[in-house]
C-alpha cells in the first residue's frame, strides 16, 4: 500500500527560529510533492510545491526533495505565530494521473 | 491557484435526513473535483473522485448510495448525504485539480455537518 508517513508532532519551535517538517513516501513512481497548510477548522491551502531534486525557495518556505531516498522536507525561515498550524505533505501516485496519497500532518506550534 | 467555493459552509440537520453540498469551481474548468472527509484531529481521506459527465469513483469502504455524487458542469459538483446519521457528521471538503500534469489540488473552505 502507498504511504506517506509524517510525524504526528506536535513540534514546538520558538519564533524566530527555523522549523523543519519532514515527509517520506513508498512510491518510487510519484513525480510531485506538495506541501499544505492547514489551520485549525479550515480546508487546506497549497503553499510549496517541488518536482525536481533539490531545493526550492519561496520567500521564507524552501522544500527540499531527494527521490532516491524518497524524502521531502520543508523548512520554514523566521518562523512566526501565524505559522502555527497542521501541515500536510502531499505525493502524486505514480500510478493515477491525478490522485494524491496524503500524509496525517505534522502539527508546528510556534511560541512567541 | 483556482478559486473554489463551498455551500453550505455549515449544516446542522436531523438523522434521517438528507443533506447536499456544492462545491463551484469560479474561475476554472474543473473536469475532476474530489471530495474529502475529515474527521476532527485526523487526515484527509479522500471519499470519491468527480468526473464531470460520468460517474464518480469512490474510494473502497465508501458507500455510492449514501454519497451521492453529481458533476454535471465543470464548474459544479454536488455531494449528497442521503439519510444522515450522527457518525456522518465531519468536515467535508471537495478539491480541484489544476493541471493535468502537476496535479495540485485548491480546496474548498469546506463543509461541516452535524448530525443530530
Known amino acids: 500500500q502507498k504511504e506517506v508517513e509524517q510525524n504526528s508532532g506536535p513540534l514546538s519551535v520558538p519564533e524566530g527560529a527555523i522549523a523543519s517538517l519532514n515527509c517520506t513516501y513508498s512510491d518510487r513512481g510519484s513525480q510531485s510533492f506538495f506541501w499544505y497548510r492547514q489551520y485549525s477548522g479550515k480546508s487546506p491551502e497549497l503553499i510549496m510545491f517541488i518536482y525536481s531534486n533539490g531545493d526550492k525557495e519561496d520567500g521564507r518556505f524552501t522544500a527540499q526533495l531527494n527521490k532516491a531516498s524518497q524524502y521531502v522536507s520543508l523548512l520554514i525561515r523566521d518562523s512566526q505565530p501565524s505559522d502555527s498550524a497542521t501541515y500536510l505533505c502531499a505525493v502524486n501516485s505514480g500510478d493515477s494521473n491525478y490522485q494524491l496519497i496524503w500524509g496525517a500532518g505534522t502539527k508546528l506550534i510556534i511560541k512567541p | 491557484g483556482a478559486v473554489v467555493s463551498q455551500h453550505p459552509s455549515r449544516v446542522i440537520c436531523k438523522s434521517g435526513t438528507s443533506v447536499k453540498i456544492e462545491c463551484r469551481s469560479l474561475?476554472?474548468?474543473?473536469?475532476?473535483m474530489f471530495w474529502y472527509r475529515q474527521f476532527p484531529k485526523q487526515s484527509l481521506m479522500l471519499m470519491a473522485t468527480?468526473?464531470?459527465?460520468?460517474?464518480?469513483?469512490?474510494e473502497q469502504g465508501v458507500e455510492k448510495d449514501k454519497f451521492l455524487i453529481n458533476h454535471a458542469s465543470l464548474t459544479l459538483s454536488t455531494l449528497t448525504v442521503t439519510s444522515a446519521h450522527p457518525e456522518d457528521s465531519s468536515f467535508y471538503i471537495c478539491?480541484?485539480?489544476?493541471?493535468?500534469?502537476?496535479?495540485?489540488?485548491?480546496f474548498g473552505p469546506g463543509t461541516r455537518l452535524t448530525v443530530l
Open positions: 478539491s480541484v485539480q489544476q493541471g493535468a500534469v502537476r496535479n495540485e489540488q485548491f
Open positions: 468527480s468526473n464531470e459527465g460520468s460517474k464518480a469513483t469512490y
Open positions: 474561475d476554472f474548468q474543473a473536469t475532476t
